[in-house]
């Protein structure tokens, strides 16, 4: 079974307006709104690959049931903990010339919600694998990823860490099966930034002897370089389209490997889903469907230039 966990979900209400100008007031030409948080991204899109899951987190009050409702119509078994109080986010999202985002506060966990999520999450076995991704509510901390891993360490569960600065960082001394930083947040935890081939796989090779057994980077227009665990070196090249929407490409980049390696036991194979899924839905208005993101696997070039 594959866990995802979405500490903060949301609903996201996107607007399409023409000319925005704040302090004015205007007519959208189209809104849309579908279920946000990265694990939430992560389960849609395995879902989409033909990978069941179970979407964990927290969720409250009215937004929180649509969030379950929504995700229940398109086949995504969930098991939130239910908060006593509060309202889970509300994000506005605003496409016109410029995108505009305000994103909305989440509710307060207490430790004993915290509690109930692991108890969700005892429920996996040797060879599952868990998804810890995005940002959490102040009120969690820092550690709250490594908390959990600590807690499931000896279940020899694979984890899957998709996060930035402290709440990375932390997690990789329970040995993550999979991280994902980009080339922004490895400059957040080594101080500088790596241009080349060769400082990527540097500062990746520190984060192996920090703990992380494969290490995948995304880098943009740049395509995505991954470092296993048996020292191999893949690279992979960009999918070449149009970007209408960046929400939810690395979540997608992240469902894309874990489909692509269940699926064959290959990085290659894995490299090359993973970024096919997360160009496919930088193409498309929400996150990709199954069909743009085997047809870009089509066309994906992946090279293996170490090992």
């Known amino acids: ?22 302090g004015t007031i205007m007519r959208s030409e189209c809104v849309s709104y579908h ?15 033909g990978f069941p899951s179970r979407a964990l987190g927290f969720t409250a009050g009215i937004v929180g ?23 889970s986010r509300i994000n506005v999202k605003i496409r016109s ?7 909305a506060s989440g509710p307060d966990i207490s430790e004993k919600d915290v509690d109930k999520l692991l108890q969700k999450l005892r429920q996996a076995v040797s060879g599952d694998i868990i998804v810890l991704s995005g ?25 899957v860490v998709d996060a930035q600065d402290k709440l990375l960082y932390n997690s990789i001394r329970y040995r993550p099966f999979l991280i994902k930083p980009n080339n922004e947040e490895l400059s957040q935890i080594f101080g500088r930034y790596a241009e080349t081939d060769e400082q990527i796989v540097s500062q990746a090779e520190e984060l192996q002897r920090l703990g992380a ?3 995948l980077v995304s880098r943009g227009s740049r395509g995505a370089l991954l470092l296993t665990h048996g020292g191999e070196v893949y690279t992979a090249k960009a999918a070449v389209g149009k970007a209408v929407n960046t929400v939810g490409a690395g979540d997608s980049m992240v469902a894309g490997f874990i489909a692509g390696y269940l699926s064959s036991g290959s990085f290659e194979t894995a490299l090359r889903t993973g970024s096919a899924a997360g160009g496919a839905t930088a193409f ?7 069909e743009n993101i085997l047809k870009l696997f089509s066309i994906i070039d992946c090279d293996k230039i170490k090992g």
């Not at 010339?97 to 994103?103: G, Q, V």
């Open 213 to 215: 057994e494969n290490v």
């Open 284 to 290: 498309s208005e929400g996150l990709a469907d199954r």
């Open 135 to 159: 940002s959490v509510p102040k009120c969690l901390g820092d550690n709250i990823y490594s908390d959990i891993m600590r807690e499931l360490y000896d279940r020899n569960v694979r984890f």
């Open 65 to 87: 049931r649509v969030i379950e409702d929504r995700l229940s119509a398109k086949g995504i078994s969930s098991d939130f903990v239910h908060l006593e109080s509060g309202e």
């Open 35 to 49: 279920c946000g948080g990265k694990g939430i991204n992560v389960s849609a899109i395995l879902n989409e690959l």
């Open 97 to 103: 010339e410029l995108e505009t985002d305000i994103n």
């Open 1 to 22: 079974m594959i866990y995802t966990v979405t500490m903060n979900p949301s609903v996201d209400y996107i607007m399409h307006v023409r000319n925005f100008s704040a």
